[in-house]
């Protein structure tokens, strides 16, 4: 094992949240930048699903919130004790609590409609997904109310709430409809090892034949919903908006 992949091995396994004490300095990591790049695009390809054309959604890790935070501070120049905090603060948002998993739900850009219609279900909270892994049922809360925004990227964080059967999948959709999506083996075994890293210190990246044996997810292929109902028409949804400041005589 590389002394970069027990670094990053190192940065996985801890329970704790991330702070300054466990930041590379600027010049080393540019020098080990690379390499770190290319750790962390093997460790994403195994927590990335694929849920349709529109939708994606990639589980993070401490060490993928700790790339975060150093990829953000490289671009300030002289990064101050505050402008560090804030980055470890939100960044920290990421990094799973213990029997948690977090996640970054991504709609893909593009004006066609059925972007703009998963953009608008999430904004108007009409949107659901949920984790069968290992038994257990783990639903996604998310980190942020929308309050009507519309945006392209969301946080959320899975806790376990039920038991359920042996089938690995993840089920999703909105207030009409509900699909599930299967998950492949390296990624099942990549989320197990995630809700407890610290008795996976040798566990990182997961063995070549393992990856090559991890197929592409393909489209829905159930739905979970009344028998008959019809094909997804994306139809409009209400936005519910964050009510604004009040004005008025006593309000300057």
């Known amino acids: ?60 890790t401490r060490f993928t919130a700790w790339l975060q935070i150093q990829e953000e501070l490289r671009w300030l120049t002289r990064p101050t004790h505050e402008d560090i905090e804030e980055v470890l603060t939100r960044c920290n948002l990421a990094v799973p609590a213990t029997d948690q998993l977090t996640a970054t739900l991504f709609v893909d850009g593009g004006d066609n409609p059925a972007s703009l219609y998963w953009v608008e279900c999430i904004a108007a909270n009409a949107f659901s997904v949920a984790l069968r892994l290992s038994g257990r049922v783990l639903r996604a809360r998310s980190q942020e109310s929308s309050g009507g925004v519309l945006a392209t990227v969301h946080a959320f964080t899975f806790q376990p709430t039920d038991r359920c059967g042996a089938n690995t999948e993840v089920i999703w959709g909105d207030t009409t409809l509900q699909h599930t999506t299967p998950v492949p083996a390296v990624t099942r075994h990549a989320l197990a ?60």
């Open 1 to 60: 094992m590389t002394r970069l992949l027990r670094l990053a091995q190192k940065i996985y396994a801890a329970t704790t949240k991330l702070s300054a004490s466990d930041l590379m300095g600027a010049e080393d990591y540019e020098i080990e930048r690379a390499q770190l790049l290319r750790l962390a695009t093997q460790h994403r390809s195994q927590r990335r699903l694929r849920l349709n054309p529109s939708l994606s959604l990639v589980f993070e």
């Open 193 to 252: 090892r995630d809700l407890n890293p610290a008795s996976n210190r040798c566990w990182f990246i997961a063995p070549a034949a393992a990856r090559e044996a991890a197929t592409e997810v393909t489209h829905t292929t159930t739905r979970i919903g009344a028998p008959g109902l019809a094909v997804h028409k994306y139809p409009s949804l209400r936005l519910v908006m964050a009510p604004g400041p009040e004005t008025g005589a006593e309000n300057p």
